[in-house]
């Protein structure tokens, strides 16, 4: 019983655990579940995410950003700064910003493309949380081909 209990849980274990990250600079790239992860933490622990599942059409391309433990504020602007040029976008009303609107696309796909191109990122919530995120690696872990906006898919 002891034996089959281990094996069902080892096996679960091996079905949802990621494939082994790859790390370049500060940032990193793993596929989990379907999604690529693209993620950088900041020296306070607030971590800037871009989920992409190229397929799914609702919630597949995402920008997720942890300040102090928690998500932006909802139905929010957003303030990143990237090398001085200001890029702003919505978090929804989960703190996400999704990418399923053409405004949002567009949004999207100019903040991917300032990431590889970029040395310094900053965000700040309108609640004034505030991160500021290395760009080392960023070039190397997110491809020229930017993941697919939901608009488009």
């Not at 200001?86 to 949002?104: F, P, S």
Request: with cysteine; proline share 3%; hydrophobic share 35%.
């Amino acid at each position: 019983m002891i034996k089959t209990l281990s094996l069902t849980i080892l096996s679960t274990l091996i079905w949802v655990a990621p494939a082994a990250a790859i790390k370049h600079g500060k940032w990193n790239n793993e596929k989990i579940q379907g999604f690529e992860k693209y993620w950088t933490d900041a020296a306070d622990g607030s971590r800037f995410t871009i989920w992409c599942h190229k397929k799914r059409k609702y919630s597949g391309t995402v920008v997720d950003i942890d300040i102090d433990g928690k998500n932006a504020p909802p139905s929010k602007e957003i303030s990143i700064v990237i090398d001085r040029k200001l890029l702003n976008m919505t978090a929804d009303e989960g703190g996400y910003v999704q990418t399923d609107c053409a405004t949002c696309a567009d949004g999207y796909k100019v903040l991917w493309n300032r990431l590889r191109s970029g040395s310094s990122l900053a965000v700040k919530f309108k609640d004034n949380r505030y991160a500021a995120f290395s760009l080392k690696g960023a070039r190397e872990i997110l491809s020229k081909d930017t993941c697919p906006a939901d608009f488009y898919k």
